[in-house]
């Protein structure tokens, strides 16, 4: 058990001293490419491009830790390359977030609570690539700014949970991001991350080897929820979910 706990204390030590200094060498040069995109080029190259990186910083950083972290994705999404949706994600662990970097979309923005628009430079980051708010943003100007996102061909992403499990059970969701789904009338990607827990779980900062996996299912077309209720939505999203997060996890089939 000693041996484990060393183990996964130097693990912790290395992959956070590679994180640092991966940070520093990518993100300082990436927001002077931004900053000097958004006075040279149009609004909305420059915020492509911004996108661009954030969504390349979470592929290159989530790499840093193999081969003591694998990271394993299945895409049966059927969502047309050009089409922009909405990814609805179960969270169990602050890297999930850099996982959502892999999802089959070139450009995303999150719908996300207020914490991460405080954390240093990357929360600059956040606001300048268009993040939303769910917790400043009043529900009918949510709808709109999604609505103008997905009219440009970006993709949003979201965990309804609101906040990762302490559990490890999928939690409630709630149905703000069901509305913005019915409002806008995109299609709805569940998203299943299994093993993120174990590497690094809630109010843990040590890191433990393993294999974090995604499966993105096949999505919800705006016709498939056509004429329900943001509740029934909710429910049928989350049940899908809790299905293959189940087979994931080594249970058995739903129904």
């Known amino acids: 058990m000693r041996t484990r706990r060393l183990g996964a ?49 979470g592929i290159l950083s989530s790499a840093l830790a193999f081969p003591w ?5 299945e895409n ?3 969502v047309p390359t050009g089409d922009p949706c ?26 996300s609570n207020r914490w991460p628009f ?18 400043t943003m009043k529900p009918a100007d949510l709808c709109d700014k999604a609505a103008k996102l997905f009219s440009g061909g970006v993709s949003i992403i979201s965990f309804p949970e609101g906040t990762r499990t302490r559990t490890g059970a999928l939690g409630a969701f709630h149905t703000t991001v ?10 709805i990607v569940p998203v299943c991350i299994a093993g993120n827990r174990e590497i690094m779980g809630p109010g843990s900062r040590t890191i433990r080897p ?35 997060l189940a087979l994931m996890e080594g249970g058995y089939p739903c129904g």
């Open 118 to 135: 405080r954390i240093p430079v990357l929360g600059l980051i956040a606001r300048v690539a268009g993040y939303l708010s769910i917790q």
């Open 69 to 73: 972290i694998r990271i394993e994705v």
């Open 86 to 111: 909405m990814f609805i994600a179960n969270h169990q662990s602050i890297a999930d977030i850099f996982l959502m970097a892999r999802l089959p979309k070139q450009e995303c923005v999150f719908i």
């Open 178 to 187: 069901f509305k913005v789904a019915l409002h806008c009338g995109v299609p």
């Open 210 to 244: 393993g294999t974090a996996r995604m499966h993105i299912l096949p999505a919800i077309s705006p016709a498939a929820y056509k004429g329900i209720t943001p509740h029934q939505l909710k429910r049928n999203t989350r049940e899908l979910i809790a299905c293959e």
């Open 9 to 57: 204390f130097f693990l912790t030590v290395l992959i956070y001293a590679e994180y640092l200094v991966f940070s520093v060498v990518f993100i300082l040069p990436a927001a002077l490419v931004t900053t000097l995109s958004a006075v040279l080029l149009s609004h909305r190259t420059a915020l492509r491009l911004t996108r661009c990186f954030i969504r390349w910083y």
């Open 76 to 78: 049966r999404s059927n």
